[in-house]
């Protein structure tokens, strides 16, 4: 396979949390430029930690991991990553931190080193590329939570990334919300990884599944039969989704 | 949780550069937390009134925080008039009350409530985010600012998680009372939300790291002093100045 092209790489990566039992066994990862991949895997299988890995926030206790094909291996290393990783966090509140909406999405820019006015301009025109036009002087803890998760959003793509790295983008967003984070994501021109419970979600927004299960990445290919409850009509009538892929259960090794 | 009623005012005070408002709330409070002469307190009394006036804060929302400090001033008037050496006024039982005593409890009233009217006129008059900015640029430390900033954006946090949490003992029937049991639990609820803290304290360290945070906040908007925040800073530092003379010169005996 063509090298050039691979963005990140763990290969044998293990972790565990001190006093716990290992979170991530021997694993690894591929994340190949202009991949669209959705990541599945019960609560606590280690998902989280895995994006956590990838921005050096937490360390491997054994194993590789290499990004844009340098090693990374101390904080110097990943402080450059950084700049070219965007991570979405799960809750809002985490990643919203500036008193207003405008110097929390020029903090990233300004970060990067950017002028003020830079800065200034650069956020605005991702304000608006996200229909948030008239948020910058808004107060970000009294927005809404579906605001909150936009804005974040705005914070990360400010800093144009090459890859984007998004924690259960739509848990606790409401259907119009997660529409408009869809219609967001098929546009912008980033490979990225997310992690969601939302299976239409994933089906609309990824090219690949993998699941995530006793601490190990499994690529979810195989289109399983199985039975599901529907929300619309004809629901008992044999019927296919459009989707890509709609099934994924029974996680079993490739 | 922090309502901030009083920065949507339309007043000269309102319009004044945040950093004058600052430096003159500080230099103010302190001449007058360190004097103790009437002849120096009465006017600073007079002085911070008409900063509320010129504030133009309604007396309605003035009157319940002063009443909020004076009830903890209430506490000194039990203890100080009979602790004080001096000269006995009155006894009350067994306990002698002092004229130093009373002074003394007279004095800390006159400077508390001088001091909290002038921060109220000066310092609530601007969001809380604002006076961060302005301490910023006044060049104090930059952990204070940092932590007066962080602390006003996370108190609504907490606070919405302090309510989560009460509200998940309410609907289990927790229903507090005077037992060990109560008491137990309201320190499983403080602890949680210590430990709850701490965490999110650490996400969003992690948060700025990942947005390549290395230690510098920048400023998107900067202050602008115009000749009139001149002329006011000049002038409201010349009445601070004014109160310190009478104090610790004998112009006035």
């Known amino acids: 396979m063509d090298e050039n092209n691979l963005l990140i790489k763990l290969e044998g990566v293990s972790f565990g949390y001190p006093g716990g039992k290992p979170v991530l066994k021997e694993l690894f990862f591929e994340l190949r430029a202009g991949e669209k991949i959705g990541l599945i895997g019960p609560n606590g299988s280690g998902k989280t930690t895995l994006f956590h890995l990838i921005m050096g926030l937490l360390r491997p206790l054994s194993g590789k991991i290499e990004i844009f094909r340098h090693p990374m291996k101390d904080e110097k290393d990943f402080r450059a990553v950084r700049q070219r990783i965007g991570l979405l966090f799960q809750d809002a509140d985490d990643q919203l931190f500036s008193p207003t909406v405008l110097e929390d999405v020029a903090f990233g820019p300004l970060n990067q080193g950017k002028s003020v006015a830079e800065a200034k301009h650069i956020a605005k025109e991702t304000l608006h590329s996200l229909g948030l036009e008239g948020f910058e002087s808004r107060i970000t803890h009294k927005l809404s939570g579906g605001e909150k998760k936009l804005v974040s959003l705005a914070t990360v793509l400010a800093m144009k990334p090459e890859v984007l790295l998004l924690d259960e983008p739509t848990t606790g967003l409401d259907s119009e919300t997660t529409e408009r984070i869809i219609a967001i994501l098929k546009e912008v021109d980033i490979s990225y990884v997310f992690i969601s419970h939302n299976m239409d979600f994933i089906a609309q927004t990824t090219d690949k599944i993998y699941g995530m299960m006793d601490g190990q990445i499994f690529l979810e290919e195989e289109k399983i039969p199985h039975t599901h409850a529907h929300a619309h009509g004809y629901g008992k009538v044999p019927h296919t989704h459009s989707y890509r892929n709609n099934a994924v259960r029974n996680l079993k090794k490739p | ?253």
């Open chain 2, 1 to 253: 949780m922090i309502e901030e009623g009083f920065v949507h005012g339309d007043s000269v005070i309102h319009r004044l550069d945040p950093r004058v408002r600052t430096v003159v709330a500080g230099a103010f409070s302190i001449v007058v937390a360190t004097s103790d002469r009437f002849v120096a307190l009465v006017p600073a009394v007079i002085v911070a009134v008409s900063f509320l006036l010129l504030a133009r804060l309604s007396f309605r929302s003035v009157m319940p925080r002063l009443l909020m400090v004076n009830g903890l001033i209430l506490l000194l008037w039990f203890f100080l008039p009979f602790t004080s050496e001096g000269e006995p006024l009155f006894t009350l039982g067994s306990l002698k009350g002092t004229m130093e005593g009373i002074m003394y409890s007279t004095t800390i009233t006159v400077k508390s409530n001088t001091i909290i009217m002038t921060l109220m006129a000066f310092v609530a008059t601007m969001p809380i985010f604002t006076l961060g900015r302005a301490l910023r640029s006044l060049h104090m430390p930059h952990k204070i600012v940092h932590l007066i900033s962080f602390a006003y954006r996370y108190i609504h946090v907490i606070h919405a998680e302090y309510g989560r949490m009460i509200n998940a003992m309410k609907i289990r029937g927790f229903c507090p009372r005077n037992n060990l049991y109560t008491y137990k639990t309201y320190a499983y609820l403080v602890g949680m939300l210590l430990v709850k803290s701490y965490d999110r304290a650490s996400r969003v360290r992690a948060a700025m790291l990942c947005r390549g945070f290395k230690g510098n906040f920048y400023d998107l908007s900067e202050f602008f002093m115009k000749t009139s925040d001149r002329l006011a800073l000049v002038l409201l530092l010349l009445v601070t100045a004014c109160i310190g003379l009478l104090q610790w010169t004998r112009i006035i005996y």
